[in-house]
């Protein structure tokens, strides 16, 4: 039976909404971002996830927890800290917990792409100072790099390794994954999934809380 992929971009931030370059600014959902989290959530109400995996960032994470909120399994999102740090030493489980969670996986390589010296700043504001054009080049094309900050190719680099290592063996496995983070990173994956070339990949859109499902059934992926 063919596992289920489900790519998902976190909900509305409070800088999405204020049309600000956000990147690695740890920014929290604003108010329609938590519905359209809790909206999302009814959609996958039903549909059996084993392992979650997303960035860094809290507005990845929020949208983690609102997504799952309501889950039909009634098991509880846990964010796992591995490691030999004191996070992930005081966070160690034991008995029956396991059983009623869903292990929730968190790794920068997931993170945004980087803005730079863009990052706070208003995206109108910032087409009046360097030029529509400019800007435009900085956010849309595939190899240019904003001041300080990575193409969508430089994410791109360190998202798929990540994506093969880490989630495609769990898919392997049988298991059915929800990957919640962002328009870049996950243009990244789907990318690579739809064969899209560098020309095509930089004109799709990820709505925030839209969700994109694959099927995965040795080694051929299948889209939902």
């Known amino acids: ?26 920014i929290p959902l604003s108010a329609e971002g938590i519905q359209e989290s809790i909206d999302a959530g009814n959609k996958l109400k039903n549909t059996h996830i084993d392992v979650v995996f997303t960035s860094t960032l809290i507005r990845s994470q929020m949208t983690v927890s609102l997504t799952l909120l ?47 010296n863009l990052q706070g700043l208003n995206k109108a504001e ?17 190899d240019a790099v904003p001041p300080g ?14 994506f093969f290592k880490h989630i495609v063996t769990v ?9 919640v983070a962002h328009g870049n990173s996950l243009r990244g994956i789907v990318m690579h999934l739809d064969g899209l070339s560098k020309e095509e990949v930089v004109k799709l859109e990820i709505a925030t809380g839209e969700q994109v499902v694959y099927f995965y059934d040795k080694g051929r992926w299948k889209k939902g």
Request: proline share 3%.
């Open 126 to 142: 910032t087409a009046q100072k360097f030029g529509v054009e400019q800007v435009q080049s900085w956010r849309r094309s595939f």
């Open 70 to 116: 309501h889950h039909s399994s009634g098991k509880i999102p846990v964010f796992m800290h591995e490691g030999n740090d004191i996070l992930g030493k005081g966070s160690q489980m034991h008995g029956d917990s396991l059983k009623s969670m869903i292990p929730v996986y968190s790794a920068w390589e997931l993170n945004e792409r980087r803005y730079g």
């Open 1 to 26: 039976m063919a596992s289920r992929l489900i790519l998902m971009r976190h909900g509305q931030s409070a800088w999405n909404k204020k049309n600000i370059f956000t990147g690695w600014v740890d």
């Open 149 to 162: 900050g990575e193409s969508l190719a430089m994410t791109i680099e360190r998202v798929l390794p990540y």
């Open 171 to 179: 898919l392997e496995a049988g298991k059915n994954v929800l990957v």
